[in-house]
Each structure stands twice: as C-alpha cells, then as structure tokens.
C-alpha cells in the first residue's frame, strides 16, 4: 500500500536553531515527491517539487532533498515566521495522485 | 485576487440536509479535486476531475457527489450531511505541463464545515 509518514510530527525549535524533518514514503513508481506548508486554517502553499533522488530545491531558509527511501526538509536558522505545519506528498501509481503524510508542526520560538 | 476561491469559507448544518461546497479558479488548470482534512487523519482526496467530461472517485468518495459545471468551476456535494462530514474541505488545481503529467497541486482557503 502507498504511503508517506513524516516525523517528528512536532518540533519546537529556538530562533535559529537548525534541524531537519522527515519524509519516508513507499509509493509505487514514485513520480514526484512535494512539499507544503499549512498555517492554521489555511489551504497548503506549494514549496517544492522534487522528482529524482539527489535532486535538491532551495527557497530562503529552506532546502528539500530527496533520496530513493526518503526526503528531508531542512530549515537554517528559522525564524518564529517559519512556524507552521509542513506537508509532504508523493505521487505514484496508475492515477498519480496526491499521497500526503499527516505532517510534522514547526514552532519556532524567539 | 486568489487563483482557487472557495464558498461558503464556513458553514453549519444540521444532520440530513443538501449541502454544496463550490470552488473556482482562474489559473486555466484542467485537473481540480477535492480534499478533506481532521485532524490526525491529514488530507485525504474526495473526487477528482481531469476535464470537464472526466470524474473519477477518490479514496473516501461514499457520501460525496461532485459537479464540474466548467473548466474553472467544480462543486462538491453532500446529499444528506451527517456529524462525521465535520472536516476542513479543500479544492486543488493543478497542470500537466513540461512533459510531467503530475505536477504540484495548488490549493484553495478551504471551507470548514460543520454538521451538527
């Protein structure tokens, strides 16, 4: 069975301080892996599309990996804007949708 | 202006009534879906449709019928709500482009419905 599992599912963090979550999946003929963040009550914004392992994407204090098990989500030097949840996704299979994790909550604390 | 729109941004209702979620885009993608997420549980997809003609089930489709009136335009219903149809709904557009045919998906405000 498809599946994405993330972890932590929360991590507190102090301003700057780095870490990095994770993203585990076992999609059949993976097409591409995804990454979202969610704030509260909103609608998941797109960050990231990563569609081969060793392939890797930045965007400000953000940078996603992908490996052939798994991807990593790494934040340098976060800040308490960066707190949200992150959503990863992967798409596979005969009808290549969406397969998302449950998603790991960041906070970020000054 | 939003590129994904959703009406009602909330709604209550009660047990056994009709209720229909509406979404609308101006990216111009032919592939839009519906979502819902509890908590726990994460996003889970309802229907989803590649074109006005194509409709296909999701993973939770039972209890759920769907409307895509045009292109830009796909409208979910409840034919008679019950308490655990209490979720966050999201509406997705998304477009094969660039010789991948699954793209990233880009995702209304959502519309937090509750059944009492």
């Known amino acids: 069975e498809d599946q994405v599992t993330q972890s932590p599912e929360a991590l507190r963090l102090q301003e700057g301080e780095s870490s990095s979550l994770n993203c585990s999946y076992t999609?059949?003929?993976?097409?591409?892996l995804f990454w979202y963040r969610q704030d509260p009550g909103k609608g998941p914004e797109f960050l990231f599309t990563l569609y081969s392992a060793g392939e890797e994407k930045e965007k400000e204090r953000l940078k996603a990996t992908l490996t052939k098990k798994e991807s990593f989500l790494h934040i340098t030097a976060p800040k308490p804007e960066d707190s949200a949840t992150y959503l990863c996704a992967g798409t596979g299979g005969s009808q290549g949708n969406l397969i998302f994790g449950k998603g790991t909550k960041l906070s970020v604390k000054p | 202006d939003a590129d994904v729109t959703q009406t009602p941004r909330n709604r209550i209702t009660k047990t056994g009534k009709r209720i229909m979620l509406e979404c609308s885009q101006t990216k111009g993608h032919d592939r839009m879906y519906w979502y819902r997420q509890d908590p726990g549980l994460g996003l889970r997809l309802i229907y989803y449709?590649?074109?006005?003609?194509?409709?296909n089930k999701g993973e939770i489709s039972d209890g759920y019928s769907v409307s895509r009136q045009a292109q830009a335009k796909f409208s979910l219903s409840l034919e008679s709500a019950i308490p655990n149809q209490t979720a966050l709904y999201f509406c997705?557009?998304?477009?094969?482009?660039?010789?991948?045919?699954?793209?990233?998906?880009?995702f209304g405000p959502g519309t937090r419905l509750t059944v009492l």
């Open positions: 999609v059949s003929g993976l097409r591409g």
């Open positions: 449709s590649f074109d006005v003609k194509d409709i």
């Open positions: 997705a557009t998304s477009d094969p482009r660039g010789g991948r045919t699954y793209n990233e998906q880009f």
